[in-house]
């Protein structure tokens, strides 16, 4: 137990804090900009990468948190204050969290992290739960710094020497930290035992459905090189459409477009399965037979590519494409019925 001499005053947590908080109230803002600039930055980097994530979101510390923060005891020292000098000791004033999908995406996010800002310091939790053998919160932290070159530049200029904590995380880590962070500032007093195992069991599933789906975008990764592989041989035999052979097809057959999303190769394969074909080599035998005939109204490769496919459906093609995708609008079937007449009006169609 603590004990202090009679000539030995207790220090005043409360008075500490206080200052310090009055002192940060009086640049909170610039942190608040500064957070959004790192966010900025960081957004610009990942598009430029085309590295996709699920949330991207910043903050400047809220001032109660800070003044709760600064009032902590030191650990080893209880009469003293963990942050002897707040503004300078509490490093996350500012703060980024990136929120991914996997946990290969949370260290290639790092890896970015660390080569475009100088790093002050990382904190790896799951490391640190491994190195204890045990389950909980996981994410990576980084303190980090702009670059020197970086504050030569006039519009970071001003936030030369502020530090900003990123963190790293994917989506069942963020899920997880937010409701286990949620249960215990909502419970009148410390988790129960039992509900604190309950927690840490979640904490541990959370771990192992990551890992999972990890494991199945690896594996996906690999089917897909291995699809592309078989393709670029020539080895089409027992190759079925879909988003990726389709793009492939079309890459090849009518032309490259950057700016079509998977998302559209994904509902063409849907369309061309649905009323014409699955076989690879089928279809690209229809796009030779039928792609000069409708050349002349495409105005992009997977418009194109449609042309082909309500030529070689024929007249039923609104018919059988309404009753395949009944969720389509209005507007949009409207939009087909033109472009089929189109199509059907150049030469008698097949069928």
Request: with cysteine; hydrophobic share 40%; net charge negative.
């Amino acid at each position: 137990m603590l004990t202090i001499s009679p000539d030995q005053e207790a220090f005043d947590f409360e008075k500490h804090a206080r200052v310090a908080r009055d002192a940060f109230a009086r640049v909170r803002g610039g942190y608040e900009d500064f957070a959004k600039r790192v966010e900025g930055l960081i957004r610009d980097i990942l598009k430029r990468e085309s590295f996709r994530i699920h949330t991207l979101e910043s903050r400047a510390k809220a001032l109660d948190s800070f003044y709760e923060k600064a009032q902590k005891p030191d650990e080893q020292l209880p009469g003293k204050p963990k942050y002897s000098e707040p503004m300078n000791d509490i490093t996350d004033l500012a703060g980024v969290r990136v929120i991914a999908y996997l946990t290969d995406d949370t260290q290639a996010i790092s890896e970015i992290v660390k080569r475009e800002f100088r790093v002050l310091e990382t904190i790896d939790k799951s490391s640190e739960l491994m190195a204890n053998r045990t389950v909980g919160y996981q994410s990576i932290h980084h303190i980090v710094e702009l670059s020197d070159a970086r504050c030569n530049l006039s519009e970071y200029s001003n936030f030369r020497g502020l530090k900003c904590e990123i963190q790293v995380r994917t989506i069942l880590q963020h899920a997880w930290a937010e409701l286990e962070h949620d249960m215990q500032y909502k419970a009148d007093a410390q988790l129960s035992l039992e509900l604190g195992r309950k927690v840490l069991l979640l904490a541990g599933l959370v771990e192992i459905v990551d890992e999972q789906f990890q494991t199945i975008s690896d594996e996906s990764a690999r089917l897909r090189q291995d699809t592309l592989d078989r393709l670029r041989i020539g080895e089409t035999e027992t190759i079925e459409i879909s988003g990726i052979t389709l793009k492939y097809l079309i890459d090849h057959e009518l032309g490259f477009n950057s700016t079509t999303s998977a998302g559209h190769y994904l509902f063409g394969a849907a369309l061309t399965t649905k009323l014409l074909t699955k076989s690879f080599d089928d279809l690209k035998k229809i796009i030779d037979d039928s792609k000069e005939l409708v050349r002349s109204i495409a105005s992009s490769p997977l418009n194109w590519y449609y042309a082909i496919v309500i030529r070689a459906v024929g007249r039923d093609f609104m018919k059988r494409f309404k009753g395949a995708f009944s969720d389509i609008s209005d507007d949009s079937n409207a939009s087909w019925q033109s472009f089929s007449d189109k199509v059907l009006a150049i030469e008698p169609p097949m069928t």
